[in-house]
């Protein structure tokens, strides 16, 4: 087959992205307020961030058995609504609030239709000031979520990260991935009314809003609903991580498995260190997205998986890369060989231009695709100010992986992206696969996490 | 018409027009961010594969990523990719689509991407076996590998329909992928991905006159070739309650799903809306009527959701198709209690009705949620090219937010008691396995 790859039609000129101004402002309790309005649908979409790490690693089952219950318990009543009363308050604007935690922040989020901006904005202030936590309704949520850390533990892709997290953190909160359920049944009302007085404080914590709103008018509808919203502790952020570098390959059991889930993670610069932009490029490169090595080698190449991947991920006290496979039981070592031999070559070899070239070119075009909704800039915008950052460092980030040079990638990629730098996790069916990954490095068996 | 439905339907004007070789070509333009999307929607899914060839409309579209005439294999993403582009395709019960988010500047790239694969994929011995091991793999991820892999929706079609078209694993077989060959894909491609059976759909920032030329450009030499008629899919509803029991040795809880044939969703439009609301009046959020009882009120479930179409979009589908309440619940409870409780809920709304301000609410909820995947251009591109496509019509992508808001409590009602009993089928997954 001969190709005319001249056909390909070349790109035009960039059109200007727009830059959405954000007007940012902070309330005399502490409370900070991002205000980005943005053309678009008739909408706005909210995000609360409250720190919300543990304060002692001792503390850190404890508190994360507690925070998982409080994001759905802090829903269950306030002083002047029912739950039910406060769902259809925020349904009627057409919003839902979702309340996540993890291991830095709790998280409320909702989209709402731009009438009922001060309504939810009052709902939300009731619940950070005045949430009942009804005893009998707070042991229904507990066991609903103790049921639901069983079934998640079933699913092998969280087996794997939680053994990936305990082995590179050992005693730092970030080993915890999901809280222990009998930590969780023993979670009653006055748990919660304690945490919550003690760490749903304004001071830290960052209300964003985009979309069809104006500022000026946005930030008196928020001092107005949440000017009383009070407390006097701080807030806390998490203890610097520790990366244990774990030795050898430690295998979990699953007997039976008809796959095994491959996971290697290992430090990476956080979201100021100059290194970043080169990191975020050679990820790509490797296996941040479909062009990559990684993905070309073990699924287009070998047909050993479906989808490969490697990312990098921010936490407050830590930045990780990591390496993704769920493969075929029978080709368990020969896929991590490659995965390995792929890392090999980032941290050896220098990558071509067009490999640069490509990858830049994505993470710009899916960041400016990412931010083109009033949702994804909202939530872009809470992570940036979450960790301390101005909405203005996504463009200084994105002249700085314009400059990112050849030599520059691959001496990101000899310290972050070295086998011998990541530590590695496979979850399968030990009997099958231990003895073709003992021919790669030693292995350490180990059965699946008691639950 | 509320204000944001009218705001949507005249925001988005839809330009439409046909290519001599059959396309169905439709523009979408709203010039507000430099973003385009371009999407091709074959008129071929699930439903239509022969029997002893399960899983080859998904298979097949793995097939398409594969390379084609004049670009060679992992080219078609690098081009996407390296315009700051992202691309993916995907095979649903009637269609396969193919879809490209690219900056503005890159759109002749993805026309002639979409135009070169609809006339000649690389479909070679080597790409075949390559993608028949992928798809076992993403088989494994998705259902083999983990607990409610196949729950509900590969196991409740097998005893909610009676057709191979409606009964069938659309995943397919390990049998009927590795016998797949060639020549099969070479015949499948021939049959259905016809440029007459086809719908390009460009939405974003692009200029209507200019986007003409480029389309009659890349895709007017396609060569036409004849468009296979419409199967049937749709089948008589069911007179008869059905059950069946299956067990999950990875599940540490049991589910049940409970599934009951709804009005056809293009020949029986507004009653179909009518049931699509009476899924969110049922199951969207705590003030849900099945949240509050089974959840909240009575305690017997951990978690339960309701949802109209196989894949939960209403709106992707012909006849024949459902609404699925899917619980899991603790083990200690048992499924007929569930089940019970889930009937009584919708009984109440069959006799007593739904109040005026609750269904308001719902319609609230409904239009923020139809607003926001509309904010996204490419949410928005594939919405109007499913309209094209199932319904004829891409506008009405761009009205359901107003349609929806139209439907009244009594819609709400009749389709409740539709949902009967003595005719729904009722999957009950017991967790024999797994850990606790």
């Not at chain 1, 730098?421 to 003992?438: F, K, N, Q, Y």
């Not at chain 2, 060959?181 to 059976?197: H, I």
């Amino acid at each position: 087959m001969s190709l005319d790859l001249s056909l390909i039609p070349p790109l035009g000129e960039p059109r200007p992205q727009p830059v959405p101004t954000a007007v940012e402002s902070t309330l005399p309790n502490g409370l900070r307020l991002v205000v980005v309005p943005r053309p678009g649908v008739p909408l706005i979409e909210l995000r609360l961030r409250v720190p919300f790490a543990a304060t002692t690693a001792a503390d850190a089952g404890l508190h994360t058995a507690r925070g998982s219950v409080l994001s759905g318990a802090v829903l269950l009543g306030t002083a002047a609504h029912d739950q039910t009363g406060i769902a259809q308050l925020l349904q009627g604007h057409g919003a839902e609030l979702s309340v996540g935690s993890d291991p830095d922040r709790l998280l409320f989020a909702t989209t709402l239709l731009p009438g009922g901006l001060a309504p939810v904005l009052g709902i939300l202030a009731e619940l950070l000031t005045s949430a009942t936590y009804p005893d009998d309704e707070v042991e229904g949520e507990r066991d609903r979520v103790a049921e639901r850390i069983g079934i998640a533990l079933s699913q092998p892709g969280v087996i794997a990260r939680g053994a990936l997290a305990a082995r590179r953190y050992g005693d730092h909160p970030y080993a915890i991935t999901l809280p222990d359920p009998a930590l969780v049944s023993a979670v009653d009302g006055d748990a919660l009314r304690e945490l919550h007085r003690q760490r749903l404080l304004p001071a830290g914590s960052a209300l964003v809003l985009v979309g069809d709103i104006e500022p000026a008018a946005a930030a008196d509808a928020v001092a107005a609903a949440l000017g009383e919203w009070a407390g006097t502790g701080h807030a806390v952020e998490a203890p610097p991580a520790p990366d244990l570098l774990g030795a050898g390959i430690e295998l979990v059991d699953r007997p039976g498995a008809v796959q095994s889930n491959i996971r290697l993670g290992g430090p990476a610069p956080g979201r100021t260190d100059p290194d970043l932009p080169a990191v975020r490029l050679a990820n790509m490169i490797y296996g941040g997205y479909f062009s990559s090595r990684l993905v070309e080698n073990i699924r287009e190449r070998r047909g050993y998986t479906y989808s490969p991947r490697s990312s990098v991920d921010h936490q407050a006290a830590g930045s990780s890369f990591l390496v993704e496979a769920d493969v075929a039981t029978e080709v368990t070592a020969p896929a991590l060989l490659e995965t390995w031999y792929e890392l090999g070559r980032m941290a050896l070899l220098p990558v071509t231009e067009a490999e640069l070239d490509g990858a830049r070119r994505y993470i710009l075009g899916s960041m400016a695709l990412s931010t083109a909704t009033h949702a994804g800039l909202a939530s872009t915008v809470s992570a940036l100010v979450g960790a301390g950052l101005p909405p203005g460092w996504l463009a200084e980030h994105q002249q700085a992986l314009a400059e990112v040079t050849v030599e520059q990638v691959q001496e990101a990629s000899h310290r972050y992206l070295s086998s011998t730098a990541l530590t590695a996790i496979v979850v399968g069916d030990a009997e099958r696969v231990a003895g073709a990954l003992g021919a790669l490095a030693p292995v350490s068996v180990r059965a699946s996490t008691p639950a | 018409m509320t204000a944001a439905g009218t705001e949507l339907t005249l925001r988005h004007p839809v330009e439409r027009f046909t290519l001599d070789n059959g396309l169905r070509v439709v523009l979408a333009p709203d010039r507000s961010v430099p973003v385009v999307a371009v999407s091709v929607f074959y008129d071929v899914g699930m439903r239509n594969e022969p029997e002893g060839r399960t899983g080859f409309a998904h298979l097949f579209e793995h097939m398409m990523f594969q390379g084609s005439a004049n670009v060679p294999k992992m080219e078609h993403a690098r081009l996407v990719q390296a315009a700051g582009g992202t691309f993916n395709g995907s095979t649903h019960q009637d269609y396969t689509n193919y879809f490209e988010a690219l900056p503005a500047e890159a759109l002749e790239r993805a026309l002639f991407l979409e135009a070169d694969r609809m006339a000649a994929p690389a479909i070679t011995e080597e790409n075949l076996r390559n993608q028949i091991d992928v798809v076992k793999e993403e088989i494994r991820v998705n259902v083999l590998n983990r607990p409610y892999g196949a729950f509900p929706w590969l196991q409740l079609p097998q005893i909610a329909f009676e057709s191979f078209a409606n009964t069938h694993d659309g995943y397919g077989s390990f049998v009927d992928l590795e016998s797949s060959t060639v020549d099969d894909a070479t015949d499948f491609f021939s049959r259905y991905y016809a440029p007459g059976n086809a719908v390009l759909c460009i939405g974003g920032d692009l200029d209507v006159t200019e986007t003409e030329r480029l389309v009659q450009r890349w895709f007017g030499p396609v060569a036409a070739r004849p468009v296979p008629p419409l199967p049937p899919t749709g089948e008589p509803a069911p007179t008869s309650a059905r059950t069946a029991v299956v067990e999950d040795a990875l599940a540490p809880a049991p589910a049940l799903a409970i599934g009951w044939r709804v009005p056809d969703p293009v020949g029986n439009f507004d009653s179909y809306l009518g049931t699509v609301l009476l899924a969110e009046v049922l199951s969207e959020g705590d003030a849900s009527r099945l949240e509050r009882r089974l959840v909240h009120g009575d305690r017997i479930a951990i978690a339960q959701s309701s949802y109209v179409g196989l894949f939960g979009d209403p709106f992707d589908v012909r006849d024949a198709t459902l609404l699925t309440t899917q619980v899991h619940h603790p083990a200690a409870v048992p499924a007929e209690r569930v089940q019970a409780a889930v009937h009584e809920e919708v009984r109440r709304i069959a006799e007593d009705g739904v109040p005026a301000d609750e269904l308001q609410r719902v319609q609230a909820r409904t239009e923020a949620q139809l607003l926001r995947q509309a904010d996204s251009v490419l949410g928005r591109t594939l919405g109007f090219a499913a309209a094209e496509l199932v319904h004829g019509r891409a506008e009405l992508a761009g009205e359901l937010a107003a349609r929806l808001a139209a439907v009244t409590p009594d819609q709400v009602q009749a389709a409740a008691r539709g949902l009967d009993p003595g005719t729904a089928a009722v999957l009950e997954l017991r967790a024999t396995g797994g850990r606790r």
